[in-house]
C-alpha cells in the first residue's frame, strides 16, 4: 500500500517533469527567461514585484499569477503596466496547493511570448508543493519572511533546498520581534549551503537595487545565473 | 480529462471522510475533544499552543504535532509537560503539505486518548489542503496573522470558510504594519459571515484569556462548540 503511493507520486512527478520539459523548450523558443517564485501565504512575493517590474533595464517583464481563486495579485500588477495572465487553481471545492507544469502549459498560447524577455510566474502561497513541481522555469526564487520566524528551512527543506535566491524579507520589521537572523542564515545553510541570499524590505526599499539586478541578470543571462 | 480529475478528487475526499468519521467514533468513545489547528507557516499556532496548554483549568490536554520533516514544534511543547505525539508527513520526496484521516488514524494507537480530555491536532502550515481533509476532528481553528495581510480570506477562502473560530494573531505589530483591521474583518464576513474570531498577541498576552476559555469550553462540551 505504503510502496503504491510512493510509485504512484513518482509517477505523478515524472510526468509533470516531462510537460515542465516541454514548457522550457517553447520558452526558450521565444528566448524568454522563467523566473518560478514562491513562498508562504503573505510573505511579499507580490509586493517585491511591484516595487521593480516597472523599473528593470532594458528588460521587458511578464507576470503568470497562480493563485487558487480571485485575481487581486493580478489587479495590482495590471496597473503597472506590465502583462499579466491569471491562472486560477480552483476548478472545485478548495483549490490545487501549487502551479504545475500542465496548468502552465494551458496558460502557454495567452502569454506575450514574443513582446517579452522574462516571465515571472508567481506560485501560489505555500512552502510544500510547489517546491515539488517545476512548471518549465530557469530560475527559482523564494521569499522567506522574519515574520514567518526562523526554522522554516529545518521545517520545509525542499524549498530552501530547490532554489537559486532566497529573499529574506520584511527585515524593517526585525526592531519589533524577536528573530534571530544570524540563527536563520545557520539553518539556510544546513539544508542549502552557500545558496545566495539578500536580505529586502519592500517597504522600506532596502535591498531592492540587489533583487532589481538579479532579475536584470537573469534575463539576459549574464554571469553563471542562466 | 477534466471531469476524471474531479471525479478521482470527490473519491479520494469521499474515502478521506469514511477514515475521518472512524477517527471521530474513536475519540468520542474515549471522550476527547478533538481540534484542528491550521494555518499558514509562521503565523504562531505552536506558540499560541504553549501560551495555553499547561494553564487550561480542569482540562488535560495532548497534542498531535503535524510537519513535514523534524520535530521542533514537538520538542518545544514536550518543555511543558503535555504529551506531544510527532507525526511526519514526508516519506519520500517532499513530503505531503496537510495531515489527512489516514495518517491520523495511524496515530491514534500512540495517543493516550484514557488521560486526555482535549487533543489539539496542529496541522501543516498550508492554508489550501488542510482545509479540504477532514481529520476526525470535532472543530476547527486556524490563525491568520495580521503580517500576512488584509486579503487572506478572498485568496483562500476554503480555509476560512471551513473553520469554527479565527484567531488573529501578532496583532501587536500592528502599529508597524499598513494593515487594515476592518478590512480584513469585512473579507472575513463576506467569505464566513459571522464567524468568531478573537484578535490575539502570543507574545503580549492580549487575547490569551479568551483562546484558553474557548479551549475550555470546547473540552468539556459547555454551550453551543461541541
Not at 523558443?29 to 514562491?38: D, K
Not at 516597472?54 to 495590482?76: F, H, I
Not at 519572511?145 to 535566491?165: H, I, N, Q
Not at 524593517?172 to 545566495?196: K, S
Request: hydrophobic content about 45%; overall charge negative; charged content about 25%.
Amino acid at each position: 500500500m505504503h510502496r503504491t503511493k510512493v510509485r504512484i507520486v513518482e509517477d505523478a512527478l515524472d510526468a509533470n517533469n516531462t510537460i515542465a520539459q516541454a514548457n522550457r523548450d517553447d520558452f526558450d523558443r521565444a528566448g524568454v527567461t522563467v523566473v518560478n517564485f514562491m513562498s508562504a501565504p503573505g510573505a511579499g512575493k507580490t509586493t517585491l514585484l511591484e516595487t521593480v517590474v516597472s523599473t528593470l533595464p532594458g528588460v521587458r517583464v511578464g507576470v503568470l499569477e497562480g493563485d487558487v481563486q480571485g485575481s487581486l495579485d493580478a489587479d495590482r500588477l495590471a496597473g503597472l503596466h506590465v502583462p499579466v495572465t491569471q491562472l486560477n487553481t480552483d476548478p472545485s471545492f478548495g483549490g490545487e496547493c501549487h502551479l504545475d507544469a500542465n496548468m502552465v502549459r494551458s496558460a502557454i498560447g495567452s502569454l506575450p511570448l514574443d513582446e517579452i524577455d522574462l516571465l515571472v510566474i508567481e506560485n501560489v502561497g505555500n512552502l510544500v508543493c510547489p517546491a515539488e513541481f517545476r512548471v518549465g522555469e530557469d530560475l527559482r526564487v523564494m521569499v522567506s519572511s522574519v515574520t514567518e520566524g526562523e526554522d522554516k528551512p529545518l521545517k520545509y527543506p525542499l524549498m530552501f533546498r530547490a532554489c537559486d535566491l532566497v529573499l529574506v524579507n520584511k527585515i524593517d520589521l526585525l526592531p519589533h520581534l524577536e528573530y534571530d537572523l544570524d540563527r536563520f542564515l545557520h539553518y539556510l545553510d544546513n539544508v542549502h549551503p552557500g545558496v545566495q541570499r539578500m536580505l529586502v524590505s519592500a517597504r522600506t526599499g532596502q535591498g531592492i537595487d540587489a533583487w532589481r539586478d538579479w532579475l536584470v541578470m537573469a534575463a539576459t543571462r549574464e554571469g553563471a545565473l542562466a
